[in-house]
């Protein structure tokens, strides 16, 4: 209730129910209606200098009973009279905005000295209502409702509650529907939700309907609170968010050298020299021993110095449609340089055990970063959708490797761990073929072996015809994707991750048949699919077959490696989370039963096994499959 009220707002009331009236009687123009708005405010000029109301204190406690015990309240926290620090506001009916025509219509641009106050550009578009100010005690709205809310405005913390107090303000058990919060075209940076725009206290059991906009892309907007840093439990939004397309835009950037210090196997002191056996011997003596000649094992490195990266960063951060949609992305450039390798182009008639080392490696490493995820609500329905994605690609930029007859042989230019071979064409299906095709120089070869490219088209297959095939043994592209659903106490979520642009190889006993000889190993069922006389398939998965591995057949080759793509399901999980109604008589807090499966299911060209073990003959265990069912309490 209000005490002190000088009868100006209700005169104005009168004068505005008496222009609503005359519209419908006798069909005035807007131009018309605004007119006599205007001269309603004329009348009530003087409200600058009312004195306004106050809330009536009833037990400890303040009750709002009407539109106009709100009114009050809001100017008292707005101009910062009364925060009500310690003390409890209480709503005792359900308020209905409709009810109350606007002394002014809140769609004109012109009316910025209009109203309670002296500002009433914002007051007189709803009543006099302008939301709450700084507000530190409690509020509750002992479950009514608050109908048909209007809050338009240039402001930055926007809504029904402008903000509360850390860790001091409460608003409960409060229901606003069919509200229209409106952030009118403005640069400042704004909070915008339906109970309050930046959340610093609590907020518990309160119910939104309604809509919520901004017409400026520094706002941040949320259905219950634009923003919070404290705690909102058990509250439902169901009022539509809209606002500026773009909500977060951020450009990133970092540029920097770094080094690292890590050293190859069994290498302490790379400055060091030392000496060891391991170049031959003789025997010497009366009775002939052998004795292992000395030389030098280790070859201290002259200048030995930190391997160096020079990073470069660019990434971008954007948030779209009221958060809705988030993207985070980078482009990476590393090179990095006095890489500690070994060098390949001293001869071994230097004299030395090992080829020595030497700072003289150089890589660029590059590729994109990003992730991607989408937020929605769809009433009780809630789910979350996500992905990421990395691509990278490095090249050997400088190695010391011996010159190679051929560009394409060398490692210079290509992915660390590129694989090179030989590119296989089939199989030969009989002698002619073997006769009218290029010499092939790994051993003889007969019908059902593998037939090879001549790749540089000298008449003959040997190594220099051994060039760049498949991709590295790292994988450049990494992935993953899944989505999180929620439902009234149910929740379920599903994760892939995959890997592409990688390649393994092949060989070892197990997969080559009768590596060892004929009946020594165990074979594969897929030796039978190999060419044979009765079956002469040029495309069979194994040639023909022999005692012992044929020299020319495994041969490193497009036949000796397996594309290693593959996309795994990797987890799935099933949850209920019980209500807190339901398990406070037990004397719990909270309780959730849930079902989580690892490694459900597996996509991949290559069937053999796992590919994402890198096996080169099926020799390792496979991830295991596993399934968890447990139950998370307390108490």
Known sequence: MLTGQNGILNRAAEAKEKTEKSQVEENETLNDYEQEIDDVVSNISQVDDAEPGKLEEVNGEYIINSIEDLVVFSAETINGENNYEGKTVKLGESLDFKSKKSYANPDRTDYDNYGYGGKLRETLSNTGFNGIGTFSGTFD?????????????????????????????IIKNLNIENCNIEARGTSNYGFFGGICG??????????????????????????????????????????????????VLKIRGSVGLVGSESLPDNMRFGYLS???????????????????????????????????????????ELKMFDSMVSLDL????????????????????????????????VMV??????????????????????????????????????????????????????????????????????????????????????????????????????????????????????????WKGFDFGIFFRGQAHVTYGLGGDTFIP?????????????????WTEDNPNPNA?????????????????????????????????????????????????????????????????????DPETASFNGSKYPLPRKVNIGIRASF
């Open 365 to 486: 490493n590059q590729g994109i970063d990003g992730t991607l995820e989408f937020n929605h609500s769809i009433g009780d329905f809630r789910y979350k959708l996500y992905g990421n994605f990395t691509y990278t690609h490095n090249e050997i930029k400088e190695m010391d490797e011996a010159q190679k007859k051929y560009a394409y042989r060398m490692q210079t230019g290509h992915r660390y761990g590129q694989h090179f071979g030989l590119i296989a064409l089939g199989l030969f299906q009989d002698q002619k073929e073997i006769n009218e095709s290029p010499e092939q120089k790994f051993g003889d070869v007969r019908p059902g072996d593998v037939k090879y490219l001549d790749y540089n088209e000298d008449g003959v297959v040997d190594e220099d015809d051994k060039c760049p095939i498949g991709y590295s043994s790292v994988p450049e592209i990494v992935y993953g994707f899944g989505a999180q659903l929620f």
């Open 198 to 247: 930046n959340n610093s206290g609590k907020i518990y059991n309160c119910k939104v309907t309604g809509a919520i906009k901004s017409d400026y892309s520094n706002s941040i907007l949320g259905g219950i609170a634009g923003y919070s840093e404290n705690e909102i439990k058990k509250c439902i939004n169901y009022a539509k968010i809209s606002g500026k397309a773009v909500n």
């Open 514 to 530: 009768f590596n060892k000889g004929v009946g020594k190993g165990n074979l594969f069922e897929k030796a039978l699919d190999r």
């Open 541 to 609: 998965f194994y040639p023909r077959l022999s005692n012992g591995a044929s020299s020319n057949n495994w041969q490193s080759s497009t036949r000796t490696i397996y594309n290693g793509r593959l996309l795994r399901l990797a987890d799935l999980e099933l949850g209920y989370t019980f209500k807190k109604s339901w398990i406070a008589p037990i004397g719990m807090k909270s309780l959730r039963i849930y079902c989580l499966a690892n490694n459900v299911a597996l996509f991949a060209p290559w069937d053999m096994w």
């Open 330 to 361: 980078d482009y990476f450039h590393e090179k990095r340089s006095d890489i500690l390798i070994q060098r390949q182009s001293v001869p071994a008639t230097m004299g030395v055990i090992k080829q020595p080392f030497a700072n003289m490696g």
């Open 141 to 169: 709205g002992n479950g009514y409702t608050i109908k048909n809310l209007i809050i338009k405005k240039e402001i930055t913390e926007y809504s029904y509650f402008g903000f509360v107090n850390i860790n001091q303000g």
């Open 274 to 316: 030392y000496f060891g056996e391991g170049l031959g011997g003789y025997y010497f003596g009366m009775a002939p021993s052998f004795h292992e000649g000395i030389g030098e094992d280790q070859i201290g490195v002259a200048d030995l110095t930190w391997e160096k990266g020079f990073k470069k960063d660019i990434g971008i």
